[in-house]
DNA sequence: AATTATCATCGTATATTTGCGATGAATTTT
DNA sequence: AAAATTCATCGCAAATATACGATGATAATT
């Protein structure tokens, strides 16, 4: 776009809107059911049970990683991501408060 | 992308994905947030509540409607766009379970 | 009938997302 | 030490998303 405009509006959208924009492709949404199954998970693994290629899911872990809805290591070959259990929660007030305040009947 | 595997993966995730994406930006948010405050809106009144021109707000709310969490008429020159009560208890329930199918503690 | 107000759509420009293969770095295995 | 494994990153291509002004269509006002 030729300007963003995100910046301009509350915090509090512009926090859930990162969680959303994280949880907006099936991959990562299944990557996240697959980390919480298995409590954490090598890339490989989660490459394996993915019609995707390594790099894609890399890069899926990676946007993961930058919301804050996972955690992990990289020791050198190997990987490890889990499940952000903290954040997790914070996501869970924050869509309760938008349930919240989102919630009506009364329709035009 | 040069092809788009999003079909390939389970009807949940899917299903989630549309609503978070609808969900992945502030405006939107927000839109959602006046909409459910004044129970219902024309165009133009959220027009005024935000800083963005009249066609970028109506091309969000028409990203809502595709994605179900609103709805909305047009009587001729005016518009009325409200919550959709029917699909926001659905995003409650696809919410719960996700949220359930990704609750865990144990780390790496 | 002419003007004004309201709104969706089109066209355009730019930015971001999605996806992959290739590459290279670090570790493990042989 | 050489080969194999594991993974992030880079570069590329195509698709989407974001934002706006201009336009046209419909309804209400004058």
Redesign the pocket.
């Known amino acids: 776009?030729?300007?963003?405009?995100?910046a301009e509006f509350g915090m509090e959208e512009q926090e859930l809107a990162v969680f959303a924009?994280a949880l907006?492709?099936p991959?990562?949404i299944a990557i996240l059911k697959q980390l919480a199954k298995r409590d954490s998970c090598?890339?490989?693994?989660i490459?394996e049970v993915m019609?995707?290629?390594?790099?894609?899911?890399?890069?899926?872990?990676?946007?993961l990683l930058a919301a804050g809805l996972i955690q992990?290591t990289?020791?050198?070959?190997?990987?490890?991501?889990c499940i952000n259990p903290v954040n997790f929660q914070r996501l869970e007030m924050i869509l309760a408060s938008f349930l919240k305040d989102t919630s009506t009947n009364k329709c035009c």
């Open positions: 776009m030729a300007i963003h405009k995100k924009k907006a492709h991959a990562r090598l890339c490989g693994e490459v019609p995707l290629a390594q790099s894609t899911v890399s890069q899926h872990l990676k946007e992990g990289l020791d050198g070959a190997k990987s490890c991501y």
